[in-house]
């Protein structure tokens, strides 16, 4: 449901936050639900409308828009012409109840702009992180590499790991990879 969601806000090219959307859809009191979705994507500053209508009217709706299904109690994404063929010959009587948010420029939480930044730097750190690690494994396999190199090679690497869990637990990153990490680390900086 969470993933319908996040690749709404993508198709109709609006800068959403995964985690944020995750984290306000997860703390809605009536999630999973139509009325969750709706009430979230109101926060982040977008009209919604919410209706229930035929099947044989669904192409008469601008795409993209979602649909609740009652077959995992999610929402799918109606973003090509593919997808509302497989809809109109699959759709069930008591389903069709359809969320569409209006055209809008940009979300205007803030909260959401911080997240969506930091988002950004996360993964631009995990990518340069792991474009690192290759390009130092990549140095052993050259045969003038000598035992001394090597122990830089994994000193590097070590320094490497470490600066990213800094920089995610900074992010405010919670991941029980990082908080065991810190809690070594806190142990090694008491000694």
Known sequence: MKEAIIDYLKAMKLNASRTYVEKRLLSHPDYPSILSV???????????????????????????????????????????????????????????????????????????EIAYKADKLNTWTKNTALAGLVFLLGLSFFPAISFV??????????????????IAKDLGESTPEA?????????????
């Open 38 to 112: 709706s009430d979230v994507m109101e926060q982040m500053g977008l009209k919604v409308q919410v209706g229930k209508i035929g099947k044989e009217y669904l192409p008469d709706i601008p795409m993209p828009f979602l649909v609740h299904t009652q077959a995992n109690n999610s929402f799918l994404l109606v973003d090509n012409e593919q997808t509302l063929i497989n809809l109109r010959e699959n759709l069930q009587a008591k389903e069709g109840v359809i969320l569409k948010a209006d055209k809008a420029e940009k979300i205007s939480d803030p909260a959401n």
């Open 149 to 166: 190199n090597s122990v830089f090679l994994i000193t590097a690497l070590s320094g490497l790991v470490l600066g990213y869990v800094l």
């Open 179 to 191: 908080d065991c990490s810190f809690s070594g680390l806190n142990w090694f900086l008491q000694i």
